[in-house]
């Protein structure tokens, strides 16, 4: 299929640690998003990829892109407690959008 | 709105009730998304609707799930004689219409589904 793979599964880290997430892929594709889901509810659009860019930065949030090795990665740098959340990939298929099963992060105070 | 609406926000029923789930997508969006989401799970996707094509319906898990999507706006989720394992979160999404700066989904809230 061409569901993304999170890993880790969950992460606990200390208020001011880096937190990093780790997103497989199967088949091409042209972008790669990351989202957020606080309290099983509905998601958040963290950060949009295209195939042809290597590293994006959004505030705390940096994302990398390997295309070669199907791979992805979110980099939350001096996290949050604010920032504890589930954390997915998302990758286009077809016109659908197909999610993993996403990074649970949780930060400590 | 200003957002993905979905109602009723939780649905408490009997197995082998017939349930009918409502999403109200972005005003213009053109793409709408249903999934689920069980509990500690990703996303399961269900159907999807674009525009005036036909919905690609690949991942709705039996015949028993259907959706439609009423003048190119608001969408029903109908799940027929529920059973236990369709309690869920169901969450629906939109988008933009088709183009490099409408990529992202905006999604709802969910239906948190239980059926006893």
């Known amino acids: 299929s061409q569901q993304g793979e999170e890993d880790p599964q969950a992460l606990s880290i200390q208020e001011g640690e880096n937190a990093t997430m780790n997103c497989s892929y199967k088949t091409s594709i042209n972008n790669l998003q990351w989202y957020r889901q606080n309290s099983g509810r509905g998601l958040v659009h963290l950060i949009l990829?295209?195939?042809?860019?290597r590293e994006k930065h959004s505030g705390r949030l940096r994302v990398t892109l390997d295309t070669s090795k199907k791979s992805s990665s979110l980099l939350i740098t001096a996290s949050r407690a604010a920032d504890t959340a589930s954390y997915f990939c998302?990758?286009?298929?077809?016109?659908?959008?197909?999610f993993g099963q996403g990074t649970t992060l949780q930060v400590k105070p | 709105g200003a957002g993905v609406s979905q109602s009723p926000s939780n649905k408490v029923t009997e197995k082998g009730k017939d349930v009918e789930l409502r999403c109200d997508p972005i005003s213009g969006h053109t793409a709408l998304y249903w999934y689920r989401q069980s509990l500690g799970q990703g996303l399961e996707f269900l159907i999807y609707f674009q525009g005036n094509s036909a919905p690609d319906k690949s991942g709705l898990p039996s015949d028993r799930f259907s959706a439609e999507r009423t003048g190119g706006s608001v969408s029903t989720l109908t799940i027929q004689r529920t059973q236990q394992e369709d309690s869920a979160v169901y969450l629906c999404?939109?988008?933009?219409?088709?183009?490099?700066?409408?990529?992202?989904?905006?999604f709802g809230s969910g239906t948190q589904l239980s059926v006893l």
């Open positions: 999404a939109s988008r933009g219409p088709e183009g490099a700066t409408n990529e992202k989904l905006f």
């Open positions: 990829i295209r195939s042809n860019e």
């Open positions: 998302a990758t286009p298929y077809t016109g659908k959008l197909i």
